[in-house]
């Protein structure tokens, strides 16, 4: 079965310096790997995604991941956080070797981006 | 291009009671997913939907949870009867075809049981 963990509930960070936030999964076969972004009081925004092809994968808002199938992770990344990035953020998984292309998200990271 | 739409946005009701929730996905999307987000977690996919036929539902507690898919359009979600640990926000979603293509998500409804 398909799963995904983001092993940190909050990351904080000063405004400037780089941001990670970690997601880590378990599919069968090759992922279909998703981050997206939820602001107060608001759904929740597709970020950026992995299917195939280049490892390093770029997104909205300047965020980036990078996708390390011998790691099973899909690490977020921001060279330069803002204070406006602080949110919730969710790592989502598909694997589309099973039907359906069922979803399934992690538990999010807070981060906190600090002026 | 309008994005997906909820009604309503926020709605208290005693338990035991009956709830519904309406969603209108982007216009051609053939999937649609209604998705549980309790408080400090991530969402758990209740139902999904490709066109007008359900793809899974293996989490959604059926003795309560119903929901449908009228013409492959809208959908409504249905609580009957109530449970206080069913107080959470409900996200309907939905994404063109494709299993590479990401998922476009409504504002929610943040229901809460009393």
């Known amino acids: 079965a398909q799963s995904v963990a983001q092993p940190e509930d909050q990351v904080n960070v000063a405004e400037g310096n780089p941001l990670t936030v970690k997601c880590t999964y378990s599919?069968?076969?090759?992922?279909?790997l998703f981050w997206y972004v939820q602001y107060p009081n608001r759904g929740l925004q597709f970020l950026l995604k992995?299917?195939?092809?280049?490892?390093l994968v770029k997104g909205s808002y300047g965020f980036e991941a990078e996708f390390n199938k011998s790691q099973t992770s899909f690490h977020l990344k921001k060279p330069s956080a803002l204070v406006s990035d602080s949110a919730l953020y969710f790592c989502a998984v598909r694997d589309p070797n099973t039907g359906g292309f069922k979803t399934i998200f992690g538990a999010g990271t807070r981060l906190f981006v600090k002026a | 291009e309008a994005g997906v739409a909820q009604s309503p946005r926020y709605k208290i009701i005693e338990k035991r009671q009956s709830v519904a929730f309406w969603c209108n996905p982007i216009?051609?999307?053939?999937?649609l997913y209604w998705y549980q987000q309790i408080l400090g977690q991530g969402p758990k996919l209740l139902i999904q939907?490709?066109?007008?036929?359900?793809?899974?539902d293996s989490q959604l507690p059926k003795d309560r949870f119903s929901a449908e898919r009228l013409k492959g359009v809208d959908s409504t979600l249905k609580i009957q009867p109530a449970k206080l640990e069913d107080s959470a926000v409900y996200l309907c979603?939905?994404?063109?075809?494709?299993?590479?293509?990401?998922?476009?998500f409504g504002q929610g409804t943040r229901l809460t049981v009393v």
């Open positions: 992995y299917i195939t092809g280049d490892n």
């Open positions: 939907f490709q066109n007008n036929g359900v793809v899974d």
């Open positions: 216009s051609g999307h053939a999937t």
């Open positions: 599919v069968s076969g090759n992922p279909y």
């Open positions: 979603a939905s994404s063109s075809n494709g299993d590479n293509t990401e998922a476009f």
